[in-house]
Nanobody
Framework: QVQLVESGGGLVQPGGSLRLSCAASRRIFSGQSMAWYRQAPGKQRELVASITSGGTTNYIDSVKGRFTISRDNAKTTVFLQMNSLKLEDMAVYYC??????????WGQGTQVTVSS
């Protein structure tokens, strides 16, 4: 059973925007803090942004003011609005629960390519 499906990635120029979506199973999503992660070539997967079930958000410093995480609890979907994209944002983006104990199997991710 597929538990996490990310979409919305693509090729964008520096300064451009993308909106990522993640459809999560109810088992992972309901009542859980959710997060977006990314993994660039040759680097470890890193946490980018998180959102609690009540809507409190946190971001890593490098994306503050540019990225916005949100969630639709009725549709068990998490979003990541990415503005003012930079070359260093290029990575495969994944979503999952924030806390390890609540996580499901990682999805296929969605590729974000930033290039002029």
């Amino acid at each position: 059973q597929v538990q996490l499906v990310e979409s919305g990635g693509g090729l964008v120029q520096p300064g451009g925007s993308l909106r990522l979506s993640c459809a999560a199973s109810r088992r992972i999503f309901s009542g859980q803090s959710m997060a977006w992660y990314r993994q660039a070539p040759g680097k470890q997967r890193e946490l980018v942004a998180s959102i609690t079930s009540g809507g409190t958000t946190n971001y890593i410093d490098s994306v503050k003011g540019r990225f916005t995480i949100s969630r639709d609890n009725a549709k068990t979907t998490v979003f990541l609005q990415m503005n003012s994209l930079k070359l260093e944002d290029m990575a495969v983006y994944y979503c999952n629960a924030l806390y390890v104990a609540a996580r499901g199997s990682w999805g296929q991710g969605t590729q974000v390519t930033v290039s002029s």
